[in-house]
């Protein structure tokens, strides 16, 4: 499966014969040898059902895989953030506090309220997280990662607790910062059709390995009508074991 | 689009809500009475002083309000009053101070390092286990039947209750935000500061509201059984004398004591965790 990534000489993140074993020995082999490339600015998404090792991909990414058994080389840039699936804002900080933790100086403060204001919170700075709707805290968390400017950006299955209409209108939202920021992203996710509609390139990982690697040749904004989506949409249910009935 | 009309709902038949026999049955509460907190007091004052008027309470037994509204005064014009009162904060604020201090940073080593986990918590338990006013004797022995020795214990006591929910705190921080700092690049110190405190603010503060009641609760103890001075003196030396009206004016400063001071500690408690309040509306 040759992409067009591959052929590229930088990469953002280069994953080589990862693997990760969980339990007492000999374990579960959740990633067997598994390899992949990012390229700087490609929007990746990762498929996968459950149990497949989408997470334990990404918080090997993350560095937040302490005391699990494997081996295998990872090479990441130095700024990357990650997006969980809940927002994680800590309650006691009002919302750009948040946005600014662990940051320092005068101008990053400017640096929080842009962020705020792309995200569509501006006037929101002095609220607590529990004011916000599940949305608007997901965009706040955005906020977070983007004021530190990372060049990758690792999202595990953000948008999974949020409604249909504010899943979409998130969508649109992380396509656009990205398109702004352009960090390379690797999007974790079970919902195929966001996966097209966000993503460069989406892979399929597969009893530990990436099973499909399927570049999404449309141009963006991806309409869900279009022929070409529903093919997209066919061959990775396929691929991850989904036998739709042939609809009318 | 034309659409639109061609799914019109089906018709829902409504049936009154007043009309209909089935209507459900109410199994909340309902709304709080106003002022309802201080109907069962006033009740009770009023059922005092109607039995106290009618003659059928002994006041041997029990005096009459107004007698004991007299006695409040005659107590306050001698001085009496106020010196007792006088003693009796000084004990218990210089207790709870000491031991806030104390219970709070022992509590702090404990929970941000193992180091001081391993040193700390062990004999912390163990202490909790033993009743700290069962320890009286000893501290009679060591320290004398002067201040130092109750003022030490009820320091003791303030100090073990906020250690225990203090540590609680600490230790409990949600393992989300832990994972959070990390991914953020938080060093250690930045990670207490902006994390561990004040997500174990909540836990200091039941912490402080349990043992400001159990300061009071040694208090009484202390100031009954080995006292020259203090409100619970005056109270034994009530009972020697017979002299109850004496007695429920002192239990009605303790009253007082404790309900001020765990009101003073909510106020706080609203202010600090205000993040808090927007929870309960």
């Not at chain 1, 991909?57 to 969980?84: C, H, Q, T």
């Not at chain 2, 109410?26 to 309802?36: D, N, S």
């Not at chain 2, 320890?135 to 060591?142: A, D, T």
């Not at chain 2, 909540?202 to 400001?212: K, Q, T, W, Y």
Request: glycine share 10%.
């Amino acid at each position: 499966m040759a992409t067009d990534t591959e052929r590229l000489t930088e990469a953002a993140v280069r994953v080589s014969g990862l693997v990760r074993r969980f339990g007492e020995r000999p374990g579960r082999t959740v990633l067997d040898h598994l390899d992949l490339s990012i390229a700087p600015g490609e929007f990746v998404a990762l498929l996968g059902r459950s149990g497949s090792g989408k997470s334990t991909l990404l918080r090997a990414l993350a560095g937040l895989d302490y005391d699990v058994a494997g081996s295998g080389s990872i090479e990441v840039p130095g700024r990357v953030s990650v997006v969980f699936q809940d927002s994680r804002l800590l309650p006691w900080r009002r919302v750009l506090d948040n946005v600014l933790l662990g940051l320092d100086g005068r101008e990053v403060v400017a640096g929080g309220r842009a962020a705020l204001a792309e995200v569509g919170l501006a006037g929101r700075e002095r609220a607590w997280p529990v004011e916000l709707s599940g949305g608007e805290q997901q965009r706040a968390a955005l906020a977070r990662s983007l004021v530190r400017e990372p060049e990758l950006l690792l999202a595990d299955e953000p948008f999974g607790a949020l409604d249909a209409l504010t899943r979409i209108r998130m969508h649109g939202l992380l396509r656009e910062l990205c398109r702004r920021h352009g960090p390379a992203v690797l999007l974790v996710t079970h919902d195929v059709d966001e996966a097209i509609v966000l993503a460069d390139r989406v892979l399929v990982l597969d009893a530990g390995r990436i099973a499909v690697d399927q570049p999404i040749h449309l141009p963006q904004p991806r309409s869900h009508r279009d022929p070409r989506f529903l093919e997209y949409r066919f061959q990775l249910l396929t691929a991850l074991g989904v036998e739709e009935e042939t609809a009318a | 689009m034309a659409t639109v009309q061609m799914i019109a709902p089906p018709t829902l038949r409504r049936t009154p809500a007043t009309a209909a026999p089935g209507r459900r049955r109410r199994l909340g509460l309902g709304r709080p009475i106003p002022y309802g907190r201080v109907l069962g007091p006033v009740v009770l004052l009023a059922a005092w002083s109607a039995a106290s008027a009618a003659g059928l309470l002994d006041p041997r037994v029990l005096p009459a309000p107004w007698t004991v509204v007299g006695t409040v005064r005659r107590l306050i014009e001698a001085g009496t009053l106020q010196d007792s009162l006088l003693v009796s904060l000084r004990r218990a604020a210089l207790g709870f101070a000491i031991g806030a201090v104390v219970g709070v940073a022992l509590a702090l080593v404990a929970g941000l390092s193992r180091l001081g986990e391993a040193v700390v918590d062990g004999w912390m338990q163990v202490q909790r286990a033993v009743p700290t006013l069962g320890l009286i004797p000893l501290m009679i022995l060591w320290l004398g039947i002067g201040e130092a020795f109750k003022v030490v214990i009820i320091a003791l006591v303030v100090a073990i209750t906020l250690y225990i929910q203090t540590h609680a705190g600490l230790t409990s921080i949600d393992n989300r935000y832990v994972e959070l700092a990390e991914t953020i690049g938080l060093n250690r110190l930045r990670f207490i500061r902006a994390v561990v405190l004040p997500g174990a603010l909540p836990g200091l503060f039941i912490g402080l509201r349990l043992a400001v009641t159990s300061s009071w609760i040694s208090l009484v103890v202390l100031e009954q059984i080995n006292a020259t001075s203090g409100i619970g003196y005056l109270m034994f030396q009530a009972q020697n004398y017979a002299q109850t009206d004496v007695i429920v004016v002192g239990l009605i400063i303790y009253g007082l004591f404790g309900f001020l001071s765990d009101a003073a500690l909510r106020l706080a408690e609203r202010r600090v965790l205000s993040w808090r309040r927007t929870l309960s509306g």
